[in-house]
């Protein structure tokens, strides 16, 4: 027991750079509470003491704003940073060395008594606010843009984006990467090849020597050259 609480304290000083001290750790943690809290829970739920088991998962979320059900299996080493807003399902599966951010739901789509929630490989970074709703598996080492909705199963080393998710890159390697900032966006990358064949257009156009409304073409450029600003400042889809 005291090794996995070790190894859960690490955890946070290696993907947590506000991290000072253990004792800042320890007390001010609430997503390190909230896998601590778990682990009691699941303690009484897999042994049919369904009632203690609810109770601590309740106590859980009122105290630190995680719920995850008490039936579910959460691996060693597995970090909710942050936390608040968090939503893990009764037959969720979560491996090792995975990373949650805040708002992200790991949800079910069916009333059945049976697996319904998803499984999560080992070395998993799930963004701010994603959901993976469903039985599927994401693969290990799978990369989850924040905002991201996963309905599918996910190949290893995928960095998924979008809504419904997309696979945008395979083959990720599984390391400990804290730069979200740079997932690819396929719908601005659409829009922008987009308005590279509209530029291509339009000198094709002059060249034909073909009259138009100055006024009104001038005014499409400026409003053109608007939402080109808007979307290389990262304020697009």
Request: hydrophobic share 40%; net charge neutral; with cysteine.
């Amino acid at each position: 027991m005291f090794d996995r609480i070790r190894e859960d304290i690490q955890m946070v000083f290696s993907r947590d750079p506000a991290a000072r001290s253990t004792a800042e750790v320890i007390l001010f943690s609430p997503g390190l509470h909230a896998i601590w809290f778990h682990r009691l829970g699941n303690w009484f739920w897999t042994r049919n003491h369904l009632f203690w088991g609810r109770f601590i998962s309740t106590l859980n979320r009122f105290l630190t704003g995680v719920e995850i059900h008490p039936g579910a299996t959460i691996g060693r080493r597995v970090l909710i940073d942050h936390g608040m807003g968090v939503v893990i399902g009764e037959t969720a599966e979560v491996g090792e060395d995975v990373l949650i951010y805040q708002g992200v739901v790991l949800g079910g789509t069916s009333l059945e008594k049976k697996k319904r929630h998803p499984t999560v490989g080992n070395g998993v970074v799930i963004g701010s606010g994603a959901k993976i709703i469903g039985n599927i598996k994401i693969g290990d080492c799978c990369k989850i843009g924040a905002g991201s909705v996963v309905l599918k199963p996910t190949p290893p080393g995928a960095t998924v984006v979008g809504i419904p998710g997309r696979v945008v890159q395979e083959s990720r390697k599984c390391a400990i990467d804290l730069d979200h900032g740079q997932l690819p966006d396929p719908v601005a990358e659409v829009i922008q090849l987009i308005l590279q064949r509209q530029d291509e257009l339009e000198a094709e156009i002059k060249q034909l020597g073909i009259s138009t409304d100055i006024v009104k073409i001038n005014g499409f450029l400026t409003k053109k050259s608007e939402i080109e600003e808007i979307f290389s400042e990262g304020a697009g889809i």
